[in-house]
């Protein structure tokens, strides 16, 4: 997911993202670097993936380099990670590590801290919780360590299958009362990277980018809104980008959520955690109701 306040559409996008498997084959390598040559509007692109440190991967950085793109890219939180990402690090602006909330989670952030500090990374440094849970004196534990250059966001998602799973949607609600009452305290570099955090006045407030600024490539090269985004638009091998993303804008324009009094704030939520992609956000009644408690305390 790319983090960005998207507030207006743009007429062409801003962000790409690539999920770069094993498989992708030369005929969609070529179209996204001859996509990269001929754009103008792109700001930045980012990689994911299995084939991350693939040749083919490393060409469509090169390229982005070439054309004065920046370019970021989301790595598992692993020793080997960090030895494979040294051959690519000169092409490579911002780095986004991925560390899973179980086990004995705070250890390993703070053994991988250790050793991006070793190696003397100059890259920008995300670091991602993945998760449903997380507590409060951890937060404030981890926050004291991100010094300016570590940028820290739990960035804690449900995915289809949690939304009958109550018990999780339970312990993430509790996790972003946590994180909202501990912003609205005392600000810290911490934010649950969900639009419907603009609900409740959450400081790193987020609309949901996909369609409105950045757009999704797969290694079969289906374009999406964004890779959790289940319909596929068009694909890169037969369609133009320019055609494919005016229908991606124009799902946000037919959204049922434009006549909602949090529209301004929430944008519509996410669009992949929604039975019709038209419609409100699964989880939007969930904060709405954390909202109002807070507020009336
Ligand atoms: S209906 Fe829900 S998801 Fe849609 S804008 Fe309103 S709060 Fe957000
Ligand atoms: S669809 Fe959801 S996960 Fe994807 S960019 Fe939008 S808010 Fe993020």
Redesign the pocket.
Known sequence: MVIAKAKTLFNQPKFLSLKIDYNLNQDVLNKILNYLNENRSLFAISLFGEGLFSEAAKEILIRAKEVGLATSIDMTAEETSINKFKNIRNIVNQLRIWFELNGDYEYKINYFLELLKKERFNQKIIIILRGEKIDKDFIVRISKLINEKYYLSPFIILNAKHYNEKIIIKEFINSCRIITELHIKNPVKIFIDNP?CG?INMKAKNFCPAGRISFHLDSNGNIKPCHLVKLSLGNIKTDKIDTVWKKMMSLHNQSK?LI?K??RV????CLANKNDILD??LL?SY??KLNDKIRNK
């Open positions: 419907l609900i959520c909602c949090y529209y929430c944008g519509g939520g409100k956000d939007c904060f709405i």
